[in-house]
């Protein structure tokens, strides 16, 4: 497994039928059902506050690394 960040936040409706929120900037491992249905949403660094994420948001990734939905 290896670490994915989202590029953009989206919504998604699982296999299961749940909706799954994604937050961009947000951790997923690369197995999750999330990346696995939409690879070329997540990328592999890690976002950058002030250029990927704005700063609210990153210090709430620094607290929440996988967002704040889980």
């Not at 620094?62 to 939905?69: K, L, Q, S």
């Amino acid at each position: 497994m290896a670490a994915r960040y989202a590029n953009t936040t989206f919504v998604m409706q699982l296999a299961s039928g749940a909706s799954h929120l994604v937050q961009q900037g947000s951790l997923r491992d690369s197995l999750h059902p999330a990346v696995v249905a939409a690879p070329s949403l997540f990328v592999t660094t890690a976002p950058v506050t002030g250029k990927d994420v704005d700063a609210k948001m990153g210090g709430r990734l620094a607290v929440y690394p996988a967002g704040t939905e889980f």
